[in-house]
């Protein structure tokens, strides 16, 4: 019998367990700011109950679960490894870390067996994300990065557009977005822990909301420029942050995808205008123009347009906006990676590495080209 169907068997036995005697358990590595929305939607599924959580920082994982979310049964640690070797019944983590720390507490929990939610992005580093992507297929479990906009119909909607033909042949892609004033300070903004700044941070949703809509195409080269003026200017970021500031607050590429197809990108933490442009999608019969909108987290706004020609006449036609309704956007994505991971549900939607490492090659080629001042090729190696 072939792996897939026996690990299909493991899934049924497993769902069989949790109905029968215990919830589904869950760690939380890293209880920083994004953490909250894990826990907090967590927490409102009646089969699931959070056993642990880890942060480096001493006794910050225990004053966080218990003072703020009331989890006083929850066993905390302060490290990922030190969370997984005492827990070995663990189904599911979210990896809530700084960038930096995204690759490493993958790959531990991936070989410890366990199913991993993990923020974006990806990485920082296209060779960090092939690292954790061999991991996951040594562990056969499941691996989900966290874009929560995925599950938002109106994102779903822009897909549906696209592949549905309407558009003819796609040949040209701008997207990207920003902030006038906008860069998270934190561990967001040094290279040690962010290790990438704008790119990571929002760019990464700009360039999920195209490359999903046209089945993540391979990327081929890319052209790339970063730049600090604003996060390394006492001006615009203050004394303290401007002498922290390591990483990029602005980021520019022009990529060649497979199939032809141009995508020009950018995106910004802040600079002088208001945006730094609409994501285009252009095609043979149509072209579908999405609004810029403050991109905080990569979801999209009321506006979307159709350009296209009826009898011989140009014509735009208004879209229409499809709200988010409830459950929210972080329920469904830690929703998805429970269903298909814990229970064997094959359509639950979980934002598969297999699509996500041409994200993370194309970020990883931008900052590479900007060091070199020239385009480079993408090179993304075998898992
Ligand atoms: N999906 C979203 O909408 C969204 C929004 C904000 C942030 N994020 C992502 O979430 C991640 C975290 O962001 P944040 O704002 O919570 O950052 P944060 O700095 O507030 O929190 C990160 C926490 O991880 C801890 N940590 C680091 N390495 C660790 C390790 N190995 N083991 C245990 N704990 C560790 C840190 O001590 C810190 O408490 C980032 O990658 C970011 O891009 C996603």
Redesign the pocket.
Known sequence: MSDKVLSQFKQEEKAEEIKADRKVKVGI???????F?HIENYMKMPDVEIVAA????PT??ESIMKNCHGLTNCRCY???EEMIDSEPDLDVVSI????T??A??AIYALDHGINVVL???FTVTLEEAIEVMKAEKRSGKVLSI???PRYDYSVQYVRDIVQSGVLGKIYYIQTGGGRRRGI?G???IEKE?GGIGAL??IGCYALDLVLNAIDYPKPLTVTGYVSDFFGKSPKYSGEEDAARFSVDDFGAAFIRLEGGIILDFRIAWAMHPDTPGDTIIMGTEGALRIPSCDCW??TIEPGLKLYHDVCGKMVETPLPYIPKGEPTL?YRKLRGVIDRAVYGKEDAMIVPSSQIIYNQAIIDGIVKSSKLGREVEIVIPEV
């Open positions: 590595i890293g209880t920083g700011g994004i953490s929305s880890a942060d480096i920082i910050k994982a302060e490290s990922h809530c870390t700084y960038n720390q995204h490493g507490p923020e974006k992005p966290g874009f929560q998270p934190g561990t967001f822990t990571g941070d987290n990569g972080f």
